[in-house]
């Protein structure tokens, strides 16, 4: 069995949080010394969002490599044809980019989230554009934002083109802000969402998961 960029990008996910900055940077030299054959065995949105992980590692320990790999991943996205598949690649990196540029250097330097949240607005606008069946074209887009990009994520469902899409995507965002740690922030949006369902029966579905995450 060859494992693919899906299974070393999940087998990755653990390595920002690693507390040995030698393990780390062993683990990190690892995944690169087999970087060329992990691009061939998946998903450039996997293949990315490896990449991502691996920034975020380099972060704890030396932040001018977090910033080299992270423009490396810039310029990986940015010669991406598919439209979806770069928007999705563009979301996932937007989600965790001040986390890799803690010190803000990279985005004082080069204005790189500023240019990636251009790229990724003007790329999901055409995707939107372009595509009838607008759940399936933001599916990845939204899962990536709704962590840490909920407003952008709430824009972007805003735009989809009909209204029980629109209605079926807020309540997959509600579900994955329910589903993750509760903050004054999460409210906000989810009470915006709950505000923006037109269909009554998703609506009370809407609310009765936001009533039993406050409860837990």
């Known amino acids: 069995y060859t494992p693919t ?5 999940e087998i990755a996910t653990p ?6 900055h030698q393990i780390i940077r062993a683990l990190v030299g690892r995944f690169d010394s087999q970087k060329a054959s992990i691009e061939r065995l998946g998903t450039s949105v996997d293949f990315v969002r490896l990449q991502i992980l691996l920034a975020l590692a380099e972060s704890k320990y030396d932040l001018s ?4 790999r992270s423009l490396e991943i810039y310029w990986y996205i940015s010669v991406i044809e598919d439209l979806t598949i770069k928007s999705e690649s563009l979301a996932w990196f937007t989600a965790a980019f001040r986390e890799i540029d803690k010190d803000g250097e990279l985005e004082k330097k080069e204005g790189l989230q500023t240019i990636i949240d ?3 607005e003007s790329t999901t606008e055409q995707v939107l554009l372009t595509t009838a069946d607008h759940i399936y074209a933001t599916n990845g887009i939204l899962k990536a934002l709704s962590k840490n990009k909920q ?3 709430f824009k972007i469902i805003t735009q989809i083109n009909t209204q029980d899409r629109r209605d079926l995507s807020l309540l997959d965002l509600i579900k994955a802000l ?10 906000t949006i989810i009470n ?8 009554p029966f998703i609506r009370d579905e809407a609310l009765s998961l936001s009533l039993r995450s406050l409860t837990r």
């Open 118 to 120: 251009s790229e990724l």
């Open 65 to 68: 490599s977090a910033h080299n």
């Open 15 to 20: 390595l920002p949080y690693l507390k040995d």
């Open 192 to 199: 915006k969402c709950i505000d923006h369902i037109v269909d």
């Open 5 to 9: 960029t899906k299974d070393l990008r």
């Open 151 to 153: 407003e952008l994520a």
């Open 178 to 187: 329910t589903d993750s740690t509760f903050s004054q922030t999460n409210i």
